[in-house]
């Protein structure tokens, strides 16, 4: 099993930064790749960005290109987010997650392709 702990949400101005980490523990040796997910309320989960663990291969969706970055820490199994030049449309409660499958080329961007989720945390946009 793989546990996921976000940290890094909060409360920001339109325009400003926020990064969020997520930890993973227990079988990390078995993660091949890890994504971001959001889900503001009333509407569906859905995905931000994602990497795969061993070549940095990225994928963002369109929404949040070239204000977001998304990173790793092999190391110390630690995933980021960076996101910048924020929006209130971006508030959401943010998810990472961790996928076991060696997928060497493709970034996966659909929920059912990650095995291990985080309890998410809150980011708030205010206008």
């Known amino acids: 099993q793989v546990q996921l702990v976000e940290s890094g949400g909060g409360l920001v101005q339109a325009g400003g930064s926020l990064r969020l980490s997520c930890a993973a523990s227990g079988r990390t040796f078995s993660i091949h790749g890890m994504g971001w997910f959001r889900q503001a309320p009333g509407k569906e989960r859905e995905f931000v960005a994602g990497i795969r663990w061993s070549i940095g291969r990225t994928s963002y969706a369109d929404s949040v290109k070239g204000r977001f970055t998304v990173s790793r820490d092999n190391a110390n199994n630690i995933l980021y987010l960076q996101m910048n030049i924020l929006k209130p449309e971006d508030t959401a409660v943010y998810y990472c997650?961790?996928?076991?499958?060696?997928?060497?080329?493709?970034?996966?961007?659909?929920?059912?392709?990650?095995?291990?989720w985080g309890q998410g945390t809150q980011v708030t946009v205010s206008s």
């Open positions: 997650a961790a996928d076991s499958r060696p997928l060497w080329t493709v970034v996966p961007s659909e929920q059912f392709e990650y095995a291990y």
